[in-house]
C-alpha cells in the first residue's frame, strides 16, 4: 500500500530496506503488546535498532508510521464480479468481517477514529488507502445487482453499505465476544429479502 508517508521518503535520501522493515516489524509488535495510545516513536526506534531522527525522517507522524507497518491487515480489498449479486455481496461482507475481526486492524480503526482531531492526515489516510477502495467496489458490486434485476431500482446503495459496514463493526469490534457465525449471510439474506 502507498501512503503519502512512503512518497515523501521516496522524494529524499532512499530507505535501507534491512532497517525499514525493523522499524515496521517493531511498530507492529509494539501495537500489538501495548496498543496505539503506548506505543512511541522513541520506543519503536529502540526496539528496530534505529535512531529516532530516522524515523521522523522516514514518517511524519506516529499514525503515517502504523499505518504502513499494518498496510496488509487494513486493507479489506475490492469486491470482485462473480456474476452473482448475492455471491458478490457475500464476498464483501465477508472482506470486512475478516479485516475488521484482525487485532492489529482493529487497533487502528478505533485509533483512526480517537484520533481524529490529534492526527487527521491518519484518518484520511486509512479512508483513502483502505476504505474507499473497498467501498467503491461494493458500490458497483450494488449497482450491478440493480442493473441485474436482483435489487430494485430505488435501492438506496450508500444505506446498504452503511447497514453492512455498520453491522460488521458492531459485531467485531464494539461486542466483548465477536459474533461473525454466518454473519454474513444473514445480513445479505436480510438485505435481499428486503428488496
Known amino acids: 500500500?502507498?501512503?503519502?508517508?512512503?512518497?515523501?521518503?521516496?522524494?529524499?535520501?532512499?530507505?535501507?530496506?534491512?532497517?525499514?522493515?525493523?522499524?515496521?516489524?517493531?511498530?507492529?509488535?509494539?501495537l500489538d503488546e501495548v496498543g496505539y495510545s503506548r506505543l512511541t516513536i522513541e520506543g519503536v526506534a529502540a526496539r528496530a535498532g534505529a535512531g529516532k531522527a530516522t524515523v521522523y525522517r522516514w514518517w511524519s507522524t506516529k499514525g503515517e508510521l502504523v499505518l504502513e507497518a499494518v498496510a496488509d491487515h487494513i486493507a479489506i480489498g475490492v469486491v470482485s464480479d462473480t456474476g452473482d449479486t448475492r455471491?458478490?455481496?457475500?464476498?464483501?461482507?465477508?472482506?470486512?468481517?475478516?479485516?475488521?475481526?484482525?487485532r492489529l486492524a482493529g487497533i487502528v480503526i478505533f485509533a483512526a477514529i480517537a484520533n481524529l482531531d490529534d492526527d487527521p492526515n491518519m484518518a484520511r489516510i486509512f479512508r483513502e488507502t483502505a476504505v474507499m477502495p473497498w467501498r467503491q467496489s461494493?458500490?458497483?458490486a450494488i449497482q450491478r445487482g440493480i442493473d441485474r434485476g436482483d435489487l430494485p431500482a430505488d435501492t438506496d446503495i450508500v444505506f446498504t453499505?452503511?447497514?453492512?459496514?455498520?453491522?460488521?463493526?458492531?459485531?467485531?469490534?464494539?461486542?466483548?465476544?465477536?459474533?461473525?457465525?454466518?454473519?454474513?449471510?444473514?445480513?445479505?439474506?436480510?438485505?435481499?429479502?428486503?428488496?
Open 1 to 30: 500500500m502507498t501512503t503519502p508517508a512512503t512518497s515523501k521518503a521516496q522524494r529524499g535520501r532512499p530507505r535501507d530496506p534491512r532497517i525499514q522493515q525493523s522499524i515496521l516489524q517493531a511498530t507492529r509488535e509494539m
Open 87 to 102: 455471491g458478490d455481496l457475500l464476498i464483501a461482507t465477508q472482506q470486512l468481517i475478516e479485516t475488521f475481526s484482525d
Open 138 to 140: 461494493a458500490v458497483e
Open 161 to 195: 453499505l452503511d447497514v453492512i459496514v455498520g453491522t460488521v463493526f458492531q459485531r467485531t469490534l464494539v461486542v466483548a465476544q465477536p459474533q461473525t457465525e454466518g454473519l454474513s449471510r444473514s445480513i445479505i439474506d436480510l438485505l435481499i429479502a428486503s428488496s
